[in-house]
């Protein structure tokens, strides 16, 4: 599942189990697939974004310290590029 | 102008181990007028059962400041910081470019209240660094003690910020001015008992009043009072 939160006392943005994680060299290419009202939301925090991929006993948190989040409006998927990860037991 | 914020006007949230009221937006609370007050960001009054508190959590590009009004607040993050703080202490993380930390009641029995106030930091990408000072509590009366600056000194905990946090305490009716250069904010929240600001606004407990262009103000007891000055800069954050 991954969740997408504002980093302000962790509003849920949005909730899914429909996105792709791919690691481009030091990055991570997030996508999401997303309706036009939550691709919304998520680009007016997008400076205070954190992404959390949650498995059973762990979460890992990403983020884009450069707000690289986009939304492509053609496959309706909200494309975001991670500069960091932390993996953390929950 | 003096605007007053009485605490029944914050947002309040309450469930079987925490007691939370929010000065500015945070969480499922959002006001999209009421998210900052220059570089202040957050400003939560909470309480906290005994044994119960916030699990192991992540933030980035904050300096997060806790004040521990009653209790003991156990802390532990993955700098390695771990202790447990109380009246008298201050803590301060620098969350930079991320820190994960957990923050729960050090006690069984006793509740923890403890207000935690979120500054943006005037430089991103910092080092995640963590600090707890203690202060003199026997100072705080009818003078403001500086307990978080950018100047840092043995009972000031150092901020990555141009600001000063101040606490006193005013017996009875005693009086105190507070002067700041021009051009800048000044944030006051009066913890406990009651107190005046230019004789014209009063601020009864957890009352708050954001000050802007007026750099000098006098405050007044109007009885034992425990209150926090934040001397602010202005600008974008």
């Given at each position: 599942m991954l969740m997408i939160r504002h980093s302000i006392g962790s509003r849920l943005l949005c909730q899914t189990n429909?996105?792709?994680?791919?690691?481009?060299?030091?990055?991570?290419?997030?996508?999401?697939?997303?309706?036009?009202?939550?691709?919304?939301?998520?680009?007016?925090?997008?400076d205070e974004?954190?992404?959390?991929?949650?498995?059973?006993?762990?979460?890992?948190?990403?983020?884009?310290?450069?707000?690289?989040?986009n939304f492509q409006h053609n496959n309706k998927k909200l494309v975001i590029l991670a500069d960091h990860k932390t993996v953390y037991p929950t | 102008m003096i605007q007053l914020f009485p605490a029944d006007t914050r947002y309040?949230?309450?469930?079987?181990?925490?007691?939370?009221?929010?000065?500015?937006?945070?969480?499922?609370?959002?006001?999209?007028?009421?998210?900052?007050?220059?570089?202040?960001?957050?400003?939560n009054d909470d309480t906290v059962q005994p044994g119960h508190g916030f699990g192991i959590h992540p933030h980035r590009e904050a300096e997060i400041v806790s004040i521990i009004l009653k209790g003991e607040l156990k802390h532990e993050d993955n700098l390695g910081n771990s202790g447990t703080i109380s009246y008298g202490s201050i803590q301060r993380i620098t969350a930079g470019t991320g820190v994960l930390h957990s923050e729960f009641n050090a006690s069984n029995k006793e509740e923890v209240q403890f207000l935690q106030l979120w500054f943006s930091p005037n430089e991103k990408k910092l080092k995640p660094s963590y600090e707890d000072i203690s202060y003199d509590i026997k100072k705080l009366h009818?003078?403001?003690?500086p307990v978080i600056s950018h100047i840092a000194s043995e009972q000031v905990a150092g901020i990555h910020q141009d600001l000063t946090l101040y606490l006193s305490r005013l017996d009875g009716k005693n009086t105190l001015n507070f002067e700041q250069e021009s051009g800048r904010k000044i944030y006051v929240f009066n913890i406990e008992g009651e107190i005046s600001i230019n004789n014209d606004f009063i601020l009864k407990s957890r009352d708050a009043a954001r000050i802007t262009n007026i750099h000098e103000i006098t405050i007044q007891g109007n009885q034992d009072s425990?209150?926090?000055l934040i001397d602010l800069p202005v600008g974008e954050f």
């Open positions: 429909i996105y792709n994680i791919e690691q481009q060299d030091d990055c991570w290419l997030i996508s999401v697939s997303v309706d036009e009202e939550t691709a919304s939301k998520v680009l007016d925090f997008q974004i954190n992404i959390f991929e949650v498995k059973e006993n762990e979460k890992t948190w990403f983020y884009s310290s450069e707000a690289q989040i | 309040t949230v309450k469930n079987d181990w925490l007691e939370s009221s929010l000065s500015f937006s945070f969480g499922e609370y959002y006001d999209p007028t009421n998210i900052r007050f220059g570089p202040l960001r957050v400003f009818n003078q403001l003690i425990f209150f926090l």
